[in-house]
């Protein structure tokens, strides 16, 4: 016997079963700066046997990853990545979103892209620990802001707070036990770790673990031939370059940076 109620019949029966999924579907407005946040998931076990407390190769899979999610969502503007998470930066444009601003649909795409991107870029990593490596997977989710100094902001708290915080506390239990440092400021672990042990973080940590890295297209001049013909000619590119710049400041700048497709012609590094 069937539970179908007799008038039902199979377009009805979709139409109802496509409410039921657009009922949990929200949309990123045209008119709003948006982000997309993607975070790796259980990152903590999955980077056991990796160097401690940073390594290179996992970066160096977070920027690249970062490259290429500009190249999957051209609208994107940038990408910031520290540690395990990465943001998608959208401006305005009063264009259609991709997907038609969809947030499930662009957060589940970003998520699923991110992890088969950076699984094949970490692959190619030399000297990976032994054993079974595991696979990473990230989340993500997609929301809008009312400006695009909110987008700027948002950086800001990933770069200044976030990242700090994050890359200071690892630091910091390179020295000393969890409890050793329980309570401190950032810039009392950076104080501690130097005047007992004499390694400055500021010195001693690469760019990128202090500020996080930034990923932006950037326009260049291309000379080469036709194939066919072998004329040389001299033609507009677009390739991307990672530069791992603090975005600490508030400033028309940075303002800029975050809303403009391409890098600017020289980049302005803030003061420690």
């Known amino acids: 016997m069937s539970n179908a109620p007799a008038d039902t019949v199979p377009e009805a029966l979709g139409d109802r079963m496509k409410r039921y999924e657009a009922g949990t579907e929200q949309l990123l407005p045209d008119d709003s700066p948006a982000l997309i946040r993607i975070d790796g998931h259980g990152f ?105 100094a909110e987008l700027l902001n948002n950086l800001i708290w990933r770069a200044k707070i976030d990242c700090r915080r994050n890359s200071i506390s690892a630091f910091g239990r390179q020295f000393f036990s969890a409890k050793e440092l329980h309570g401190l400021s950032t810039d009392a672990i950076v104080k501690k770790v130097m005047e007992e042990k004499g390694v400055d973080f500021w010195t001693s940590t690469p760019s990128w673990v202090r500020y996080g890295t930034t990923v932006k297209r950037e326009q260049f001049e291309w000379t080469g031939s036709l194939g066919g013909t072998g004329e040389e000619v001299t033609t507009l590119r677009t390739r991307t370059r990672a530069d791992d710049i603090p975005w600490w400041e508030f400033n028309e700048h940075n303002l800029t940076l975050v809303t403009s497709k391409f890098w600017d012609p020289e980049v302005v590094r803030g003061e420690v």
Do not use: C, W
């Open 44 to 148: 903590s076990k999955f980077t056991r046997g990796f160097d401690k407390p940073f390594d290179v190769r996992l970066h160096d899979a977070m920027a690249q990853l970062a490259a290429d999610l500009l190249a999957y969502f051209p609208a994107a503007s940038l990408a910031y990545t520290q540690s395990d998470e990465l943001t998608l930066v959208f401006p305005a444009t009063g264009a259609a979103r991709p997907f038609n601003g969809r947030v499930g649909k662009l957060a589940t795409l970003a998520a699923g892209y991110a992890s088969t991107r950076f699984n094949h870029h970490l692959a190619q990593a030399a000297d990976l620990p032994e054993g079974k490596l595991g696979i990473a997977h990230f989340d993500a989710r997609a929301f809008s802001v009312p400006s695009a």
